[in-house]
């Protein structure tokens, strides 16, 4: 059984930085993709970043390209947001959502994720910037 676990957030003032994890235990899909999604209160849902776990490509939202990094370890069992520069409009609970098949596409996939149509998500951590 796959369960995903974030952690990392926290509260940072604009400018800083923060660090989340998404340990994957019991996931073993290289075929798969997994990924970030955001929901601040009172908006929808947003596809943050997704990555490609069998050949390593990722995607990034308009948002937060440049900004935030998405990886994985060698294991391919967590995922890794590295997001500087923030903003307050960063601020929202940060989900991880994962797929145990992606046809190779992390932007697709992500679409289909941040409407809900995946398999697996974490319970979330939240992110909050102050100005």
């Known amino acids: 059984q796959v369960q995903l676990v974030e952690s990392g957030g926290g509260s940072v003032q604009a400018g800083g930085s923060l660090r989340l994890s998404c340990a994957a235990s019991?996931?073993?899909?290289?075929?798969?993709?997994i990924g970030w999604i955001r929901q601040a209160p009172g908006k929808e849902r947003e596809g943050v970043a997704s990555?490609?776990?069998?050949?390593?490509?990722?995607y990034y939202a308009d948002s937060v390209k440049g900004r935030f990094t998405i990886s994985q370890n060698n294991a391919k069992n967590a995922v890794f947001l590295e997001m500087n520069s923030l903003k307050p409009e960063d601020t929202a609970m940060y989900y991880c959502?994962?797929?145990?098949?992606?046809?190779?596409?992390?932007?697709?996939?992500?679409?289909?994720?941040?409407?809900?149509?995946?398999?697996?998500w974490g319970q979330g951590t939240q992110v909050t910037v102050s100005s």
């Open positions: 990555i490609y776990i069998g050949g390593g490509s990722t």
């Open positions: 019991g996931y073993t899909h290289s075929s798969g993709c």
């Open positions: 959502a994962a797929e145990e098949y992606c046809g190779g596409s992390p932007e697709g996939w992500l679409t289909l994720a941040t409407h809900g149509a995946t398999g697996y």
